[in-house]
C-alpha cells in the first residue's frame, strides 16, 4: 500500500470511527429518559472549559446530544484533512482524573442510571484517547500526527468533562 493509500486508509477509519461516535451519543441521549438520568445538583456551576453546566431539569440527554455534535465536529475535521485542507489545531495539555481506570464496565441499557450513564461515556471517551494516540504513535506524515494528537486531545477534554461530572454528582457524598 502506497503512503498516501496509507494515510487516506487511516483516515477513513477515523472518521468511521466518529461516525459510530455520534451514534453512540445520540443512541444514548435516547435512553436517557428514564428519571435515574437526572440526578439532583443544587445549582448550575462552571465547567472546566469556562461554559456553565446546564441545570439538571435540561438532563443528560442534552449534554450527550452535544457531544454527538462535537463528535461530528472530529468527523469534520478528518474529512478536510482527508481532502487536503490545513486543519488548525490546538496544543493544549489535559487533566486526567483516572476516573475511568477504576470503574467497572457497564452495558447501555434501556434502564441504566445517571451513574452507568457517566461510566459509559468515559470509557468510550478513553478508548477514542487512546485510538487517535496509537494512530498519531503510528502516522509518518507529521500534519497526520499533528491531526491525530488534536484529535486525542480532544477525546481526553471530553474524558475529564464526564469524570468532573462523575466527581461532581457521583463522588460527591464519598
Given amino acids: 500500500m ?3 493509500d496509507s ?3 487511516i483516515l477513513d477509519f477515523a472518521i468511521e470511527n466518529e461516525i459510530e461516535a455520534c451514534k453512540f451519543y445520540t443512541d444514548l441521549a435516547a435512553k436517557v429518559d428514564n428519571p435515574a438520568m437526572n ?4 445549582k448550575a456551576s462552571e465547567m472546566p472549559d469556562g461554559r456553565q453546566r446546564r441545570p439538571v431539569s ?7 446530544l452535544d457531544f454527538a455534535a462535537e463528535e461530528q465536529g472530529h468527523r469534520k475535521l478528518l474529512e478536510d484533512a482527508k481532502k487536503g485542507k490545513t486543519v488548525k489545531i490546538g496544543g493544549e495539555k489535559i487533566a486526567d482524573l483516572k476516573i475511568a481506570e477504576y470503574a467497572v464496565d457497564v452495558k447501555p441499557t434501556a434502564n441504566m442510571d445517571y451513574q452507568a450513564a457517566l461510566i459509559l461515556a468515559m470509557k ?3 478508548a477514542a484517547f487512546a ?3 496509537d494512530l498519531a504513535a503510528a502516522a509518518q506524515e507529521p500534519a497526520a500526527k499533528q ?3 488534536f484529535l486525542a486531545r480532544q477525546e481526553a477534554k471530553h474524558k475529564l468533562r464526564f469524570e468532573l461530572e462523575y466527581d461532581d454528582v457521583i463522588l460527591k457524598d464519598n
Avoid: C
Avoid at 58 to 64: E, I, P
Fill in 2 to 4: 502506497a503512503k498516501s
Fill in 58 to 64: 435540561n438532563g443528560m440527554k442534552q449534554v450527550f
Fill in 147 to 149: 491531526l491525530f494528537q
Fill in 131 to 133: 485510538l487517535y494516540t
Fill in 124 to 126: 468510550k471517551e478513553k
Fill in 39 to 42: 440526578p439532583v445538583r443544587d
Fill in 7 to 9: 494515510i487516506e486508509a
